[in-house]
């Protein structure tokens, strides 16, 4: 069984702050880690995703996350926060039989 | 190229109504997905399809069916809807995992409320 928490349902900040979405998730086989963002009345889109390979992976819109086996983590870091970033951010793990467990989802408020 | 359709974008349905959620994908997928979402809620999953002709259950298949006839289409159907039924459904696809493009591809979302 997989599964996936995220810590913190609302988060807010200020433009130009650090963001930082939390994702700790559990697997029994190795997982595949994505982020996706929801944009009001859209559907998801991905922001990145990790597979194989390189632990830290970049995304779009300045998004990055860093894969930590040890802490069985797949946080999602920005530098500094845009306006723009204001919406909600799911993680999800899935696993070679393709089927995807997504988080509770995280809201993000950027301030100005 | 549209990607993942859904159709109708909002739907009012009475308590004992059926109804047909559409779904189509152009991107020639394997996989397609069926998943509600709840207020303040992550995505529950409640169908998917591994190819045409294959049909499997996800965490919360109960009040529903689906079919996939085709590669394209993915529909799911509401028998008897239900007020615990109105949410916001959302279709997906994917190429078979463990490919370097493994990613859903979403739909714009149904809107569905159930008086």
């Known amino acids: 069984a997989q599964s996936v928490t995220q810590l913190g349902s609302h988060v807010s900040v200020s433009e130009g702050a650090l963001v930082l979405l939390r994702c700790n998730y559990s697997?029994?086989?190795?997982?595949?880690l994505f982020w996706y963002v929801q944009y009001p009345n859209q559907g998801l889109q991905l922001l990145l995703k990790?597979?194989?390979?390189?632990?830290l992976v970049k995304g779009i819109n300045g998004f990055e996350a860093e894969f930590k086996k040890s802490e069985t983590s797949f946080h999602l870091t920005k530098p500094s926060a845009h306006m723009s970033d204001a919406a909600e951010y799911f993680c999800a793990v899935r696993t070679n039989a393709g089927k995807s467990t997504f988080g509770d989802g995280t809201t993000l408020t950027v301030k100005p | 190229n549209a990607g993942v359709t859904q159709t109708p974008k909002f739907r009012i349905l009475k308590i004992g109504q059926s109804m047909t959620l559409q779904c189509t994908q152009d991107m020639n997928h394997n996989y397609m997905y069926w998943y509600r979402q709840d207020p303040g809620m992550g995505l529950k999953l409640i169908y998917y399809?591994?190819?045409?002709?294959?049909?499997d259950k996800g965490e919360v298949p109960n009040g529903y069916n689906v079919s996939r006839s085709t590669t394209e289409d993915f529909p799911l159907r509401l028998e008897l809807a239900a007020p615990s039924q109105t949410s916001v459904y959302f279709c997906?696809?994917?190429?078979?995992?463990?490919?370097?493009?493994?990613?859903?591809?979403f739909g714009p979302g149904t809107r569905l409320t159930v008086l």
């Open positions: 697997s029994s086989v190795p997982p595949y």
């Open positions: 997906a696809s994917s190429p078979r995992p463990g490919l370097a493009e493994d990613e859903q591809f």
């Open positions: 990790y597979t194989t390979g390189a632990t």
């Open positions: 399809s591994v190819g045409a002709g294959i049909t």
